[in-house]
């Protein structure tokens, strides 16, 4: 076996008496990074929206607006904090934007009292720490320490965020329904800063820095190259099984964007995230205008988050085991559908089966960034995904669209019929994304 490499710090590894691959605690911490961004950034948000917007006498245009500017701040500022990932390693970046998180939730529950405070603090504060610089990093480590076990590693690292949301969504919405929802924020900061910064430093960039190998291989591993990389493209075609090898095949950030399939992934991704924006804030205030309390409100959000939690099993398993254009292509048909019978819902039942159905399809998102490591590498990652993620938030303003919407109609119904059309164009996109032949290494 390799002999490791010295490390600063006492460090679990594969030859450790719990015998447990370090890639695991890796992303174990992940999670735990994930798992809280979600359940304050996806699902407490759309439970903060509507007494936000009340306290702050605005309208949800406004306030949507308000939110989709911390996504394009994050857009701006991914590329660059890619960059630093892959010169730094993710845990540095990671430790900045916990600690940016944690600071913005304290200051906004404590002081915003206008849309000017709530820029500042969520928009510039809140969102840009949990965002590009706290997925970004924990996607960048779990790429980086898996290649044949990346489906199961990311499907646990996206489970994690709907865990996040089960759990955090309904804490917020008790808090808020008790306390208010400036206590709520405070409370979450300090979390961020007791529970969720200190586990950071279970973070490692690569497993040979530890001198292990991906997916705990103990034997060297062959790099497929040239005709054998094409060969592989085609095997894929025709549906032949995936060989058992850690394969990697590393894009540099040019040569990927130059493949049309980087662009086929940027707009399938953009159209999907249009319309995920625009449900996940803008679910909370729905939900209520339809009768339900906060607290319900908040539960019913919760269920949707548990729902991607088999849902991100399910697709890490099989996507492990069939392609992962067309795993994807059937969950985005699934959560089509769910749009559909969230639209012509009449009755509280009706509401929980697009609740249960859609939510099983948050799982799939974990696929995206499968599909990138799989498709690019992993050496450039960081700065590919960059590209990946300006590119998708650009054209993520969904929760725009559904907030002026309701303003103009006082119905989300024309915003949902948009966003059921919108899939469909996401199922085509996917289902063409295929593997981009070898790069011509002159480019």
Known sequence: MTSKSPTPDHIPSLGSPSGIFYGWWVVFASCIVMGYSSGIMAYSSTIFFRPVAQSLGVSRTLMSVAVSLGRVGGALEAPLVGYFIDRLGPRTPMRVGMALAATGLILFGLFTNSLLIFFLTWTGMVTLGFGSMGFAPAWAAINNWFVRKKGKAMGTGMSSQGIGGAIIAQIMAYLIGIWGWQTAAVIAGIGVAVLVLPITTLIRTRPEEMG?????????QP???????????EASKHHIPRTNHSEVIDFT???????????????AMGIRQFTQAGILLHLGPLLQDRGLSILQAGSTVGLLAFMSIPGAFACGWISDHFQRRYVMTVFVVAETLALIALLTAN?????????LVYGFGQGAHVLNRAMLGEYFGQKNYGKIWGVVAMAT??????????????????????AITTFIFLHMAAVVLYFNCRKPIQPDVNQ
């Not at 292990?212 to 060297?220: A, V």
């Not at 497929?224 to 990389?229: D, M, R, T, V």
């Open 212 to 220: 292990l190998k991906p997916d705990g291989d103990t034997e060297n």
């Open 223 to 233: 790099i497929l190259e040239g005709h054998e990389y094409e060969k592989s493209c």
């Open 253 to 267: 950030t040019k040569q990927a964007v130059r493949t049309s399939t980087l662009w086929i992934l940027i707009f």
């Open 347 to 355: 009755v509280t039942w009706q509401l929980y089966v697009f609740v």
């Open 393 to 414: 938030t650009l054209l993520a303003w969904g929760q725009v669209y559904a907030g002026w919407i309701y303003d103009t109609t006082h119905s989300y119904n024309i």
